[in-house]
């Protein structure tokens, strides 16, 4: 830590305190963070009590990612590296900054309550207009798509491909167990830490599926999202499903889907043509159907993430069991994973897998 710049949150004008940024000063600070209105205390009353951060405890240092709508710095609070994400309401578009703000009260109250080895890990927030901060913790391996970047195409082992896949489909796999959409799963949005352990991260649309309603006016991202949401369509947990499945496909290509398009494009090519990002001929026949399955244009036929689990479960227990598994994979028709098999794996006793 001793590489960066800290600088302790310094704001105390109280008549900076209920005002939104003017565009020019959203578009041009070369930091939000001294907007960050900080009375030196935790807020007191309300809910908020739970999850609201002790301002004179966070540190903010560079930024090193940045969204839309949002800045995200490295920092430490209460002497612990985190990951500080600033979003900044603009002045000239109240109808934007009133979903800002909305977002970030969704995002918070979903991050309080989700624990999981493959969920980002929740610290604290602050709501202190204009800008809001979500303080969470800090993963050294960044984002899955800076790391797919550095790599060269199609150059990911089989058992890396499994093992990446398995993390995500576990976080998500929990995350619906909890009843929650994250409708905008892609590699920008899974972080990794040190091990290589994969955490789902950016809550900022997502929903319970009891209140999720339509997509009109959506700001997911195209290249990633379901035809039913492009479509502006009622839509269930399987839109995760359908985004997982292009996931899979970035782990297997290491490249952008759909890179030769806009995204504007890219949406139409996948609502009127059924157009998908193209399987390299090198991905094996188990994986290829897996992922057809998932990216599915019907969502009735696209797999639970219970399901993808089992089926990932199986294929790294296979490969690690067998090494020419792929190879010699063959899916029956009617098939179940664990009817495809290496007979090593096959033949063992439900008691000697546990």
């Known amino acids: 830590m001793k590489n960066f710049y800290w600088f302790k949150q310094i704001a105390s004008t109280q008549s900076k305190l209920e005002r939104r940024l003017s565009l020019g000063e959203y578009k041009r600070a070369v930091s939000w963070s001294k907007y960050l209105v900080s009375s030196g205390a935790e807020i007191k009353g309300g809910r908020e009590e739970e999850w609201s951060a002790d301002m004179s405890q966070l540190y903010i240092g560079n930024k090193f990612a940045s969204g839309r709508h949002s800045r995200i710095y490295r920092g430490v609070y209460k002497q612990r590296e985190a990951a500080i994400k600033l979003i900044s309401q603009p002045e000239e578009d109240g109808e934007l900054a009133a979903l800002l703000e909305k977002q970030f009260t969704s995002e918070v109250a979903l991050l309080f309550r989700l624990r999981h080895p493959n969920i980002i890990t929740f610290i604290a927030a602050c709501k202190k207009p204009p800008v809001f901060c979500i303080i969470t913790q800090y993963y050294p391996g960044g984002s899955l798509r800076k790391y797919l970047h550095q790599q060269e195409p199609y150059s990911l082992s089989l058992n890396l491909v499994l093992k990446l896949g398995l993390d995500i489909a576990h976080g998500m796999k929990y995350l619906h167990a909890q009843g929650i959409l994250h409708r905008d799963l892609k590699s920008e949005n899974l972080l990794l830490d040190e091990d290589m352990c994969v955490k789902v991260a950016d809550f900022g649309i997502s929903c319970l599926e009891s209140q999720c309603g339509s997509t009109k006016g959506f700001t997911g991202t195209y290249r990633w999202m379901a035809p039913e949401m492009i479509k502006e369509k009622k839509h269930t947990k399987k839109v995760d499903v359908y985004s997982f499945g292009v996931v899979m496909w970035e782990l297997l290509t290491a490249l952008i889907p759909f890179d030769d ?94």
């Not at 399987?279 to 993808?308: G, T």
């Not at 294929?315 to 690690?320: A, C, D, F, P, V």
């Not at 664990?338 to 794996?345: F, G, H, M």
Request: proline share 13%; with cysteine; net charge positive.
């Open 261 to 354: 398009m806009t995204p504007e494009q890219a949406a139409f090519a996948v609502c009127q043509k059924n157009a998908r990002p193209p399987l390299p001929s090198s991905c094996p026949m188990a994986l290829r159907l897996l992922i057809n399955r998932c990216w599915s244009s019907n969502p009735d036929k696209r797999p639970h993430f219970e399901e993808i689990v089992t089926i990932l479960e199986k294929y790294t227990e296979s490969l690690e069991c067998d090494p020419e598994f792929f190879l010699s994979y063959k899916a029956p028709e009617g098939f179940s994973p664990s009817r495809c098999l290496p007979k090593c794996i096959a033949r063992r006793s439900p008691s000697s897998r546990t």
